[in-house]
């Protein structure tokens, strides 16, 4: 059986990862510290690196640096170990539409959370992209504590993924290696809101830029 190690555990993806696993507090395992890196024994086969700094609407130049750090403390500690990392939509430019995107495709995001999920493609061995999660985040848990009501900018078509799913795409991933879009559907922000029985008033009408990737993995 693999020995696994978690990163960002108590994140919300990592909630979501039920495999017996290290998950080492951040007191106990500071990826962006050299020294806390070299001072926490483990010694596995696989590490499930959820830990991140910064989100999309709100990254910096710092975030970007801690991100890049977290990874290559990750490679330099555990040279033998199979990392398994998620990669993220924002990686193929939100500015402009983006439209059944392939893992191949090139962009040049200008936010430092674009720019962090482009740079570190090809540093692990398996990188899962989701576009959205279709779970108690964001959009969804506003629709559902929202008192049956919600405002929006503007729909826009996504490509999700069932957070209940995500186990079994990194047990998947164990013996693979590559960048895999792990979108399940497509749905409009509105589909959403009917599905969740929530009432949605828009800002602006029309839709706004689709963000749906090209699916490759059912």
């Given at each position: 059986m693999?020995?696994?190690?978690?990163?960002?555990?108590?994140g919300y993806i990592g909630r979501q990862l039920k495999f017996k696993a290290d998950r080492p507090t951040h007191q106990e395992l500071d990826l962006t510290n050299e020294h806390s890196c070299w001072n926490y024994k483990w010694d596995g086969d696989i590490i499930v690196h959820c830990a991140n700094s910064g989100t999309f609407k709100n990254s910096s130049e710092l975030d970007l640096k801690h991100n890049l750090t977290m990874m290559f403390n990750l490679k330099n500690?555990?040279?033998?170990?199979?990392?398994?990392?998620?990669?993220?939509?924002?990686?193929?430019?939100?500015?402009?539409?983006?439209i059944k995107a392939k893992e191949t495709d090139i962009a040049y995001p200008t936010d430092y959370y674009g720019m962090y999920k482009r740079l570190l493609l090809g540093i692990p061995d398996v990188t899962l992209v989701i576009f959205g999660?279709?779970?108690?985040?964001?959009?969804?848990?506003?629709?559902?504590?929202?008192?049956?009501?919600?405002?929006i900018y503007q729909d826009v078509k996504f490509s999700w993924t069932k957070e209940e799913n995500i186990n079994k795409y990194v047990e998947w991933s164990f013996d693979k290696k590559g960048v895999y879009n792990i979108c399940e559907f497509d749905m409009t922000l509105t589909e959403v809101a009917n599905k969740e029985k929530a009432e949605i008033t828009y800002l602006h009408e029309g839709m706004g830029n689709e963000y749906t990737g090209k699916i490759t993995i059912r």
């Amino acid at each position: 059986m693999e020995k696994i190690l978690i990163t960002g555990a108590s994140g919300y993806i990592g909630r979501q990862l039920k495999f017996k696993a290290d998950r080492p507090t951040h007191q106990e395992l500071d990826l962006t510290n050299e020294h806390s890196c070299w001072n926490y024994k483990w010694d596995g086969d696989i590490i499930v690196h959820c830990a991140n700094s910064g989100t999309f609407k709100n990254s910096s130049e710092l975030d970007l640096k801690h991100n890049l750090t977290m990874m290559f403390n990750l490679k330099n500690r555990w040279p033998k170990a199979k990392i398994i990392t998620f990669g993220s939509g924002a990686m193929f430019d939100k500015r402009y539409p983006i439209i059944k995107a392939k893992e191949t495709d090139i962009a040049y995001p200008t936010d430092y959370y674009g720019m962090y999920k482009r740079l570190l493609l090809g540093i692990p061995d398996v990188t899962l992209v989701i576009f959205g999660m279709y779970g108690d985040t964001g959009f969804i848990k506003e629709c559902r504590n929202g008192n049956g009501k919600i405002v929006i900018y503007q729909d826009v078509k996504f490509s999700w993924t069932k957070e209940e799913n995500i186990n079994k795409y990194v047990e998947w991933s164990f013996d693979k290696k590559g960048v895999y879009n792990i979108c399940e559907f497509d749905m409009t922000l509105t589909e959403v809101a009917n599905k969740e029985k929530a009432e949605i008033t828009y800002l602006h009408e029309g839709m706004g830029n689709e963000y749906t990737g090209k699916i490759t993995i059912r």
